[in-house]
């Protein structure tokens, strides 16, 4: 795809719920590959590279230590990281720096049905996480059907329609306020 042509999907099923004493973004989105498709890419550094917002320092798919440094334009910040649960091609959890993520994929009629649970330490943090990963997810999905846009990263986002998904998964999540 036309990088400059790449525009945001539709808002993907989110909702913020506690979890201890942070909370979870949660966010489902259905792909159109199989379950083992996307684990590829949920995992594999060189597939990470061109859509995630960190770079891996190996391969995901197994139990322990990592880094996953966040990239910015040229800047990259190197965050510890520990997979804690590797099942393919159904669960992959891991800590990154302080948060959490833990991938579900399930096979669905059209492809995979991917849950996302991202532990924020604040709940007002979700609709930020809601829109990077909303971004990151589409530029996966082309990725999956053979046409890369390349990674939408960082202060770039903010060109592809960040600020609009931030709104907008604000609106969809204050609608239903956080219970504690």
């Not at 833990?102 to 809601?130: I, N």
């Given at each position: ?172 999540l204050d609608d239903e306020p956080p219970a504690r």
């Amino acid at each position: 795809m036309d990088r400059d042509r790449f525009r945001p999907g539709p808002l993907a099923d989110v909702a913020r719920v506690p979890a201890d004493d942070r909370w979870d973004l949660v966010f489902v989105r259905d792909l159109r590959h199989p379950p083992e498709k996307v684990w590829a890419a949920l995992t594999e550094p060189d597939r990470l590279a061109q859509w995630a917002p960190f770079l891996a320092s190996r391969d995901l798919g197994t139990l322990g230590e990592a880094t996953l440094s966040t990239v910015d334009g040229d800047d990259t910040f190197p965050q510890p990281a520990t997979v804690l649960r590797a099942e393919p091609p159904t669960l992959l959890e891991y800590t990154w720096g302080d948060g959490l993520l833990r991938w579900e994929l399930s096979p669905s009629a059209t492809g995979t049905r991917l849950t996302l649970r991202h532990t924020v330490d604040k709940p007002e943090l979700a609709p930020m996480m809601a829109a990077g990963w909303h971004l990151c997810l589409d530029v996966a999905g082309h990725l999956l059907d053979g046409d890369p846009v390349g990674p939408i990263r960082g202060a770039e986002s903010t060109n592809f329609g960040w600020d609009e998904l931030r709104a907008a998964y604000a609106e969809r999540l204050d609608d239903e306020p956080p219970a504690r």
